[in-house]
C-alpha cells in the first residue's frame, strides 16, 4: 500500500504514547506493524529492537548488528541493547559523541533524542558526575526548549546535592519554576514514572525546606499568612540561595554560576520591599522573617499534598507494570502519607509494599518506624 513518506512517524508516536501509558502489549504490536510497513527505516528499526530487546534479545541484537550504523539513532540502538565491553572512558566517550550528533541533527525523533541524552544523564548520574548532567540539561534544553522531561534529571541532580530550592523559583515573575514545568508534563502526559519522580522530589525539596527552618529562622516565628503568599515566597528562597553563594562547596561551581543567573533574572525580587525586609534588622526583619517562616511551611505542605493528589490519580490497575515498578508506587505513596501525618494509611501502603516484594527495605524500615 502507498503510505505518505513520513508516516513511520505517526507509528513510532503512537508506541510511544501506548508505552508511556502501561500498555506494553499494544506498544509492541504497534511496533512490529511499523516494522512490516517500513523495513528500511533505521528510526523504526531501532524502536522495534529497544521495544524486543528485553523478550527477545537475539532478535533485536541480529536487526541492529545486519543495519547500517551510520546514524546516531542506530548508534545509541546498539548501546542500548548491545553494548560493547569498552573502559568507562571511551563508553563516555561514545556517549557524548552522539549526544553531540543528535544536538546537530535535527531530524532525529524526539524519542530517539530523549533515549540518548537518558542514557547520557544516567551514567554520568551513577558516577555522581552532576556537573555533567548540569552541562547536558542546559545544552539540551538550549536546543529543544519545549522538551520539559528532561528536567527530572535536574531535580534529581539539585535535590541529591542540597539545592531542591532552586528548582522552585521561577526565572520570571510571570513565569513558573522548574518544578512546576516538570509536574504539569506528568500530569497532561499521565506518565506514572514522571508524577513518581515528581513526588520524590516533593518529598526531598519538603525536607530542605524543613532543614532551612531549622538554620535560618528561629522556632519562636510564626508569622501570619500573607495575602500575596508568591512574592514573599520567592523573596524567602531567592535570599536563601544568595546566602549559599558563600558556602566553600558552591564556590566556583556551576551551582554559584546558577543563582547569579537567577538573582540576575529576578530583580525585581532583589529590589522588592520583601526581600528589603528580610534583610533588615530590628522589627521589621524579625517581621519579615517571620511571615516568610509562615509562607516556607506552608509551602513544604503543599508540595506534600501535591504530590500525593498526584500519585493517588494514578489508576495502576489499568497500567502494565512489573511488581518492581508497582511497589515503587506504593511505597511512594506510602512515605507521603507518613509526611502527611497518616500514619495507619502509611502502614497499609507498606504492607501493600511488602506484600509484592517481601524483602522491599524501604518498606519494611518505614513500617517499623511508623509502628515506633
Given at each position: 500500500?502507498?503510505l505518505p513518506?513520513?508516516?513511520?512517524?505517526?507509528?513510532?508516536?503512537l508506541?510511544?504514547?501506548?508505552?508511556?501509558?502501561?500498555?506494553k502489549r499494544?506498544?509492541?504490536?504497534?511496533l512490529?506493524?511499523?516494522l512490516?510497513?517500513?523495513?528500511?527505516?533505521n528510526e523504526?528499526?531501532?524502536a522495534?529492537?529497544r521495544?524486543?530487546?528485553?523478550?527477545?534479545p537475539a532478535?533485536?541484537r541480529?536487526?541492529?548488528r545486519?543495519?547500517?550504523?551510520?546514524?546516531?539513532?542506530?548508534g545509541?540502538?546498539?548501546i542500548?541493547?548491545?553494548?560493547e565491553a569498552?573502559?568507562?572512558?571511551?563508553y563516555?566517550?561514545?556517549?557524548?559523541?552522539?549526544?553531540?550528533?543528535?544536538?546537530?541533527?535535527?531530524?532525529?525523533?524526539?524519542a530517539d533524542?530523549?533515549i540518548l541524552?537518558?542514557?547520557?544523564?544516567?551514567?554520568?548520574?551513577?558516577r555522581?558526575?552532576?556537573?555533567?548532567?548540569?552541562?547536558?540539561?542546559?545544552r539540551?534544553?538550549?536546543?529543544?526548549?519545549d522538551e520539559?522531561?528532561i528536567?527530572?534529571w535536574?531535580?534529581?541532580?539539585d535535590?541529591s546535592?542540597g539545592?531542591a530550592l532552586?528548582?522552585?523559583?521561577p526565572?520570571?515573575?510571570?513565569?513558573?519554576?522548574?518544578?512546576?514545568d516538570?509536574?504539569e508534563?506528568?500530569?497532561?502526559?499521565h506518565?506514572?514514572?514522571a508524577l513518581?519522580?515528581?513526588?520524590?522530589?516533593?518529598?526531598m525539596?519538603s525536607d530542605?525546606?524543613g532543614?532551612?527552618?531549622?538554620?535560618?529562622?528561629q522556632s519562636?516565628?510564626n508569622?501570619?499568612?500573607?495575602?500575596?503568599?508568591?512574592?514573599?515566597?520567592d523573596?524567602a528562597?531567592?535570599g536563601?540561595?544568595?546566602?549559599?553563594?558563600?558556602?566553600p562547596?558552591?564556590?566556583?561551581t556551576?551551582?554559584?554560576?546558577?543563582?547569579?543567573?537567577?538573582?540576575n533574572?529576578?530583580?525585581?525580587?532583589?529590589k522588592?520591599?520583601?526581600?528589603?525586609?528580610?534583610?533588615?534588622?530590628?522589627?521589621r526583619?524579625d517581621?519579615?522573617?517571620?511571615?516568610?517562616?509562615?509562607?516556607?511551611?506552608?509551602?513544604?505542605?503543599?508540595?506534600?499534598?501535591?504530590a500525593?493528589?498526584?500519585?493517588?490519580?494514578?489508576?495502576?490497575?489499568?497500567?502494565?507494570?512489573?511488581?518492581?515498578?508497582?511497589?515503587?508506587?506504593?511505597y511512594?505513596?506510602?512515605?507521603?502519607?507518613?509526611?502527611s501525618?497518616?500514619l495507619?494509611?502509611?502502614?497499609?501502603?507498606?504492607r501493600e509494599?511488602?506484600?509484592i516484594?517481601?524483602?522491599?527495605?524501604?518498606?519494611?524500615?518505614?513500617l517499623?518506624e511508623?509502628k515506633?
Open positions: 500500500e502507498d513518506a513520513d508516516s513511520w512517524r505517526l507509528w513510532i508516536n508506541a510511544v504514547q501506548q508505552a508511556v501509558s502501561g500498555d499494544e506498544s509492541r504490536k504497534t512490529t506493524r511499523a512490516i510497513l517500513f523495513p528500511d527505516k523504526v528499526k531501532a522495534w529492537a521495544n524486543q530487546s528485553e523478550d527477545e532478535l533485536a541480529r536487526l541492529i545486519n543495519s547500517q550504523l551510520n546514524s546516531p539513532v542506530l545509541i540502538t546498539q542500548d541493547i548491545d553494548p569498552v573502559t568507562p572512558r571511551l563516555e566517550a561514545r556517549l557524548w559523541e552522539l549526544f553531540n550528533a543528535v544536538m546537530a541533527d535535527d531530524t532525529v525523533q524526539e533524542r530523549r541524552t537518558t542514557f547520557l544523564l544516567n551514567y554520568m548520574s551513577s555522581r558526575n552532576f556537573s555533567s548532567v548540569d552541562v547536558a540539561v542546559d539540551y534544553l538550549k536546543v529543544f526548549p520539559k522531561w528536567l527530572s535536574r531535580l534529581a541532580a535535590a546535592r539545592l532552586l528548582n522552585l523559583v526565572d520570571s515573575s510571570d513565569g513558573s519554576s522548574s518544578y512546576e516538570f509536574r508534563l506528568a500530569l497532561r502526559e506518565s506514572w514514572r513518581h519522580d515528581s513526588a520524590l522530589f516533593a518529598v525539596a530542605e525546606i532543614e532551612v527552618l531549622n538554620r535560618h529562622y519562636e516565628y508569622g501570619s499568612i500573607p495575602e500575596e503568599q508568591t512574592r514573599v515566597l523573596a528562597l531567592l536563601i540561595l544568595k546566602s549559599y553563594r558563600s558556602l562547596q558552591f564556590r566556583e556551576p551551582f554559584n554560576d546558577r543563582i547569579e543567573n537567577l538573582e533574572k529576578r530583580e525585581d525580587i532583589l522588592s520591599a520583601y526581600y528589603k525586609s528580610l534583610e533588615s534588622s530590628g522589627n526583619g517581621k519579615a522573617r517571620s511571615t516568610a517562616s509562615a509562607v516556607l511551611r506552608l509551602k513544604s505542605v503543599s508540595l506534600l499534598k501535591n500525593l493528589d498526584d500519585l493517588s490519580g494514578i489508576d495502576m490497575s489499568a497500567l502494565d507494570l512489573s511488581d518492581k515498578d508497582r511497589a515503587e508506587l506504593l511512594m505513596q506510602a512515605v507521603l502519607l507518613k509526611y501525618g497518616r495507619e494509611d502509611s502502614k497499609e501502603k507498606a509494599v511488602l506484600a516484594i517481601p524483602e522491599h527495605a524501604g518498606a519494611g524500615e518505614l517499623n511508623v515506633l
